[in-house]
């Protein structure tokens, strides 16, 4: 996961793209980086850490022009850091450019031995760099029957033949001099939003970054799409439409990636979120007796909504957040997740004494935070404590972006359920199922990715390495 940010035609772009990434700063913590130009010249800063820490107003100041690009970077199981922070500026046979990348490429070894025994030297360990190479040693490809406008013709064709050759996931921006320019895999894995306000156009990965720079949500960028914006306004290329491609929509971003009040996939995460709450809720009823549900804060609170509508029980803030520690799921290590669960949450003992708590999280993935928050709310006096996920149990890896690089990091492919109940401390222990997650989505079953529950991957992964170590 990361978050991409873009700006054309707008003064003070650099400002602009800072307070957009600010408001995506949930898709990745690690790095933040700015890419601005003035039509002469690139000007770059990136650097480790969030964006209110990592970028100043000398930064800022630096970043001259009235177009931009920003990404803020979360890793998997790659380095820890700024070595691989984005965006990245590259000077290249076919120009200069700057790119930044939201997905994972399910075939970067192979396309990466390929330019290596070509002679290509990468300075990186992203995948996103190929991007960059094979942009620089293409000889050009434009699919029968699509027209160039032609301002286009000059680095286009490029585009077009390196996003032919990746696999996977991709949501990307690409910042020339004149241009700003937005791609979308066919398989639609990684959101893309276009925003506008008068004569100046925005990308961010999810709407509300539109919000805090007064910009106006104008439409999803579609799967397999190519939108090149410049001084005679937007273009949209379809290069891909001779390909059988199924949408493969993640549905852990509605689930637990994405802000609730974005408008991502055709629907709002808001009440996407509320709708497998009370999924759940009909799924349980008969099997437990609770008095009060408590939601996990902050990404259990929408579907605790739900749930406590549709089961008929109140609804109470028996746990409180720090908000100054970031999201636990996405630290890059075990050791931190353990830290991160301890700091931020809090239990709040009026709520709990003497009551049998239900406790509604969005995901259980490695039982870390269940098992302490369980353990947190017995301590504080809850009588009994039954474990509702929002979810299905995650049974597979994703290669397309999150951080579930292996089955042995699962909990729920080392134990069965009895086993997780137990493990975790929980008088019961209930997951949403696969039917009932899908039926709180819009559209086909078929236009999501559930690879992560059902094992069911939209792309080939046979040459993957053996840990997806280089999720952008």
């Not at 791609?183 to 709407?207: H, I, K, M, T």
């Not at 804060?297 to 029980?313: K, L, M, N, R, Y």
Request: with cysteine.
């Amino acid at each position: 996961m990361c978050g991409v940010f873009g700006a054309f035609n707008v003064e003070n772009a650099a400002t602009h793209t800072y307070w957009g990434l600010y408001t995506l700063q949930h898709r990745g913590q690690e790095s933040a980086g700015i890419c601005s130009t003035d039509g002469k010249s690139f000007y770059l800063v990136k650097k480790p850490g969030r964006v209110l820490e990592a970028l100043n107003k000398e930064d800022l100041k630096k970043l001259k022009g009235n177009s931009a690009i920003g990404h803020v970077r979360y890793s998997t199981a790659g380095d820890i850091g700024g070595t691989n922070a984005q965006p990245i500026l590259a000077q290249t046979s076919k120009g200069e450019f700057a790119l930044a990348h939201n997905g994972n490429l399910t075939n970067f070894q192979i396309l990466k031995k390929e330019l290596t025994d070509q002679g290509v030297v990468f300075k990186y360990t992203s995948d996103s760099e190929v991007f960059v190479h094979l942009i620089d040693t293409s000889s050009g490809w434009v699919p029968e029957n699509l027209q160039l406008h032609p301002r286009d013709e000059d680095f286009l064709p490029y585009l077009f033949d390196a996003l032919r050759q990746v696999e996977g996931a991709y949501s990307i921006l690409i910042l020339t001099k004149d241009k700003l320019i937005a791609a979308r895999d066919p398989y639609g894995f990684r959101p893309l939003e276009l925003g506008r306000n008068n004569q100046s156009w925005f990308v961010a990965s999810e709407s509300p970054a539109f919000d805090i720079v007064g910009a106006t949500f104008k439409r999803e960028i579609k799967p397999g799409e190519v939108v090149v914006i410049d001084k005679e306004g937007l273009r949209s290329y379809f290069p891909f439409r001779d390909r059988n491609t199924r949408r493969a929509f993640c549905i852990f971003e509605l689930i637990y990636f994405a802000r609730p009040d974005s408008y991502i996939f055709g629907d709002w995460v808001y009440e996407v979120r509320k709708r497998l709450g009370r999924q759940l809720a009909k799924e349980v009823k008969g099997k437990i007796d609770v008095d009060v549900v408590v939601p996990v804060p902050d990404s259990g609170i929408v579907p605790t909504i739900g749930f406590a509508q549709e089961f008929g029980v109140p609804m109470e803030l028996g746990l409180i957040r720090n908000h100054y520690v970031g999201r636990s799921f996405i630290e890059p290590t075990q050791e931190l997740r353990d830290l991160k669960v301890l700091m931020k949450l809090s239990p709040v003992r009026p709520v709990l004494e003497g009551k049998r708590v239900a406790i509604i999280d969005d995901s259980l993935v490695r039982g870390t935070t269940s098992r302490r928050i369980v353990k947190m709310l017995k301590k504080a006096g809850a009588k009994e404590v039954h474990v509702l996920i929002a979810s299905p149990p995650v049974i597979s890896p994703c290669y397309y972006g999150i951080d579930i690089p292996t089955k042995d990091e699962l909990i729920a492919n080392q134990m069965d359920l009895e086993g997780i109940k137990n493990h975790i401390g929980a008088d019961s222990l209930h997951y949403l199922s696969v039917e009932g997650m899908l039926k709180a989505v819009k559209g086909s079953p078929n236009d999501y990715c559930t690879a992560c529950f059902t094992g069911d991957y939209p792309t080939p992964i046979t040459h993957l390495s053996e840990k997806n170590k280089n999720n952008t």
